[in-house]
């Protein structure tokens, strides 16, 4: 009898242990997290890490913040349009716009988030910008730079891509030459069309193209797929196509914001020889 209760004992122990563990691996709703992440934001790494915040409706880590973080140089942390709009980019050294809606993503930070990333960058911070966070800086008026026709539902396609010898300064020599990439649906860059903004300098072109849903032909191949420029004392780098999708390229992010953190001032010591 005696064996018995004990066995039921240890069975229920570890039903509620299981129980408990299954909660707290659970996604915590935006709302609730926001307090959270405000207060771990605020604290600065004991491993001396940039910070990089990434905008993220679910608020989940996914495959950019594990490439990222596999680096070893970058702690990441998801934030919502809410978050940016309550200020939490302070306590962040990046902010990071991957895939979506551009629009939709100004829409979720409303006028005073945007205009609260805009002084973060500009404050001397970094931008990378991912496919709908390449649209993000023409739309809100930070790159300078346009769409070449305003159809851009261009389709999804694997795509060549040859880096310009400034892309050769950030992403390594070893990508010399014409690399596959997957592309969605980014923008079809039309660069420096204000002479009174920052100039923009192409990492990148196209060199084959799709043009579904009846988006105009000829006009992707030898247009810009990555740029970067500088907005006040900081930096962007933003991509239109996505190199976090190949187990080649998406080392791409880390290194776009190693150079930046290195022209900004911002490498680690530990880091800066790497």
């Given at each position: 009898?005696?064996?018995?209760?004990?066995s039921?004992?240890?069975?229920?122990?570890i039903?509620?242990?299981?129980?408990a563990?299954?909660?707290?691996?659970?996604?915590?709703?935006?709302?609730?997290?926001s307090?959270?992440?405000?207060?771990?934001?605020?604290?600065?790494p004991?491993?001396?890490?940039?910070?990089?915040?990434?905008?993220?409706?679910?608020?989940?880590?996914?495959?950019?913040?594990?490439?990222?973080?596999?680096?070893g140089?970058?702690e990441?942390?998801?934030?919502?349009?809410?978050?940016?709009?309550?200020?939490?980019?302070?306590?962040?050294?990046?902010?990071?716009?991957p895939?979506?809606?551009g629009?939709?993503?100004?829409?979720?930070?409303?006028?005073?988030?945007v205009?609260?990333?805009?002084?973060?960058?500009?404050?001397?911070?970094?931008?990378?910008?991912?496919?709908?966070?390449?649209?993000?800086?023409?739309?809100?008026?930070?790159?300078?730079?346009?769409?070449?026709?305003?159809?851009?539902?261009?389709?999804e396609?694997?795509?060549?891509?040859?880096?310009?010898e400034?892309?050769?300064?950030?992403?390594?020599?070893?990508?010399?030459?014409?690399?596959?990439?997957?592309?969605?649906n980014?923008?079809?860059?039309?660069?420096?069309?204000?002479?009174n903004?920052?100039?923009?300098?192409?990492?990148?072109?196209?060199?084959?193209?799709?043009a579904?849903n009846?988006?105009?032909?000829?006009?992707?191949v030898?247009?810009?797929?990555?740029?970067?420029t500088?907005?006040?004392?900081?930096?962007?780098?933003?991509?239109?196509?996505?190199?976090?999708s190949?187990?080649?390229?998406?080392?791409f992010?880390?290194?776009?914001?190693?150079?930046?953190?290195?022209?900004?001032?911002?490498?680690?010591?530990?880091?800066?020889?790497?």
């Open positions: 009898m005696r064996s018995r209760i004990f039921f004992a240890i069975f229920s122990f039903i509620f242990t299981a129980a563990c299954l909660r707290a691996s659970e996604p915590v709703a935006p709302s609730e997290s307090a959270a992440i405000q207060e771990a934001a605020a604290e600065t004991a491993s001396g890490k940039l910070k990089v915040a990434i905008y993220s409706l679910s608020m989940q880590k996914k495959r950019i913040a594990r490439i990222l973080e596999e680096d140089a970058f990441c942390t998801p934030v919502s349009g809410e978050d940016i709009k309550n200020g939490i980019l302070e306590g962040f050294d990046f902010v990071l716009l895939g979506g809606s629009r939709g993503q100004a829409r979720s930070m409303q006028p005073e988030g205009a609260n990333l805009k002084k973060f960058v500009h404050d001397g911070n970094g931008y990378l910008g991912i496919c709908a966070g390449a649209y993000f800086p023409m739309q809100q008026g930070f790159l300078n730079g346009n769409t070449k026709s305003p159809k851009w539902i261009r389709g396609e694997q795509l060549d891509l040859e880096l310009t400034e892309g050769l300064e950030v992403f390594g020599e070893e990508f010399r030459g014409i690399q596959k990439v997957r592309y969605a980014g923008p079809v860059f039309d660069i420096n069309i204000d002479p903004m920052p100039q923009v300098e192409v990492l990148a072109w196209f060199r084959s193209e799709t579904k009846g988006t105009p032909a000829g006009i992707q030898n247009s810009p797929a990555m740029v970067r500088t907005y006040g004392n900081g930096m962007l780098i933003t991509f239109s196509p996505h190199p976090e190949s187990d080649t390229l998406c080392v992010l880390p290194k776009a914001l190693r150079y930046m953190a290195k022209q900004l001032g911002k490498m680690p010591d530990n880091e800066e020889k790497k």
